[in-house]
């Protein structure tokens, strides 16, 4: 897998960074490295992106962002990324997996709008790609799990259309996405369903309130919010399925489409359940309601 040092500007140089690479998969840091020196960051702490592109005769295909839970302490990214990407493009669309910064139990670490920032930083820089790497410009979307499904659910509430007099084209795009799925997502982080532990790592050990209600992603829905696909099982015993039923809720209120396939059991952090015949399902329902949203070419392949 090949691996840049740093991520340099103008866009044209990407051109050229990334000489006759077949498989299409390659890593950058999100940030360059001025970027980093300026932010305080040491070069083991720079998120990474790790893109999974279909060949380039698939120009103007879809995209998704893969955000893998963790609980905002380890990232799952394996079960909850790689295998999430290839599933994506299996049948037809680009993928990219984040690797984001991460919080400390006793707060040391980095937290909230650290995580936030790099979720945005991710997704301009695959928008400012896009033509480049054959993607649909607005057909990229978002996907996480537990607290990556936080992360998705932020990204979908709390977006911007960019900075049009930032020095740094990235900074200029919007992270606006155009679909987001979220599986057994934490949403809530001031109430009786939070997750204590992503609360925890995300905001410290004595996290304000103003902050807890900022990221209680069900109170922000706005009306740009993307349509939306939620998965969670009832008994799920580290995030509570009120979670996605409130998002859900939230979303049905603000008029956004949405979708929620809620399995009666079932254990937390499943990924796509490949060896689950039950909750498998959850793939099948998710394939359908992408190939209608032109996520997926009508035919998966």
Not at 72 to 87: D, F, H, N, Q, R
Not at 137 to 143: A, C, L, S
Request: glycine share 8%.
């Amino acid at each position: 897998m090949l691996q840049l040092k740093h991520l340099i500007w103008p866009l044209l140089f990407l051109a050229t960074a990334f000489p006759a690479i077949s498989q299409n998969n390659f890593e950058i840091k999100i940030y360059t490295d001025s970027q980093a020196v300026s932010m305080g960051l040491a070069e083991e702490d720079i998120p990474v992106l790790y893109a999974y592109l279909l060949d380039k005769k698939a120009d103007g295909r879809a995209a998704v962002l893969i955000f893998p839970g963790g609980g905002y302490t380890i990232l799952s990214m394996e079960k909850e990324g790689s295998e999430v990407a290839k599933w994506y493009n299996e049948r037809g669309a680009n993928a990219f997996v984040l690797k984001y910064r991460l919080g400390k139990f006793d707060g040391s670490g980095f937290k909230h709008p650290d995580m936030m920032q790099d979720g945005k930083r991710a997704m301009r820089i695959i928008r400012s790609n896009a033509a480049k790497w054959g993607i649909e410009p607005n057909k990229i979307g978002v996907m996480g799990f537990s607290a990556g499904g936080h992360m998705a659910s932020v990204i979908s509430t709390h977006f911007d259309d960019g900075n049009p007099e930032a020095a740094d084209a990235v900074e200029r795009e919007s992270c606006l996405p155009n679909f987001s799925v979220l599986a057994y997502p934490v949403i809530s982080m001031n109430d009786k369903y939070a997750h204590w532990g992503s609360r925890r790592f995300l905001l410290g050990p004595t996290p304000r309130q103003e902050d807890m209600d900022f990221l209680s992603t069900h109170q922000h829905i706005r009306s740009q919010t993307p349509p939306t696909f939620l998965f969670h099982t009832s008994d799920d015993k580290s995030v509570a399925v009120q979670n996605s039923v409130n998002y859900y809720l939230a979303l049905r209120e603000a008029g956004i489409p949405a979708e929620m396939h809620i399995f009666e059991h079932g254990p937390h952090g499943v990924g796509l359940a490949p060896n689950n015949e039950t909750l498998s399902q959850w793939t099948v329902l998710l394939e359908k309601w992408l190939m209608n949203w032109k996520v997926f070419p009508v035919k998966a392949k």
